[in-house]
């Protein structure tokens, strides 16, 4: 019995894991301009004759529109996503300026 029920708490845990991991999202904020091009691309795609958009905003941040004709987007992303780091070259920079020096 006991070992029936260890192997339901385990699989629900991984099925919450397989979730939390691939379906979770939460909120990307958008800029101004960000909001304005994808409306726009919108409006090209679906052949909107719309003239009119509403912002869609959470937590004080712009994160989707809402066209007059009833579309709307709300831009998501994984919560498990992390913004980029940039890559840093020290080495490179380092040689250019043995190489380069008076």
Known sequence: MIEILAA???????GYAIWYFTMAKHYAPLT?????VLWKIHRQNAKCHSTKWRKIKRGGKIVGFECECG???IQKRPITTSTPTPKIQTKTTVIYE???KP
């Open 71 to 73: 579309y709307r987007h």
């Open 32 to 36: 101004q301009e960000e909001a304005v």
């Open 8 to 14: 339901i708490v385990w699989a629900a845990f991984i």
């Open 98 to 100: 043995k190489l380069h």
